[in-house]
Nanobody, 118 residues
Framework: QELLVESGGGLVQPGGSLRLSCAASGFTINNYAMGWYRQAPGKERELVAVISTGGNTDYQDSLKGRFTISRENAKNTVYLQMNSLKPEDTALYYC????????????WGQGTQVSVSS
């Protein structure tokens, strides 16, 4: 069974940092584009960042410079480093995997909560 498990969320003060991890099991991420999405209460899910199989990255414009996505294929894990966090970053953060060819192979994690508050 293909699973994505996010971890690393929590409560942090404004200006703080968190590093989210997404561990895949049941498949290897080498041939998958990996992404992070988030959904705040009352809002639609939105793209945070994606990283291709070749390591190319793309970000929501408003997050460039604060968030960094990376992947470690040997550990079957993707990361999201979040710095200078703001209250508006509060959301449930989801990990996503999409096969680079067979795009119907599309998996989601259950999410990890990030709360930014003083």
């Amino acid at each position: 069974q293909e699973l994505l498990v996010e971890s690393g969320g929590g409560l942090v003060q404004p200006g703080g940092s968190l590093r989210l991890s997404c561990a895949a099991s049941g498949f290897t991420i080498n041939n998958y584009a990996m992404g992070w999405y988030r959904q705040a209460p009352g809002k639609e899910r939105e793209l945070v960042a994606v990283i291709s199989t070749g390591g190319n990255t793309d970000y929501q414009d408003s997050l460039k410079g604060r968030f960094t996505i990376s992947r470690e294929n040997a550990k079957n894990t993707v990361y999201l480093q979040m710095n200078s966090l703001k209250p508006e970053d509060t959301a449930l953060y989801y990990c996503n995997a999409v096969h680079r060819i067979f795009t119907q192979r599309n998996y989601w994690g259950q999410g990890t909560q990030v709360s930014v508050s003083s």
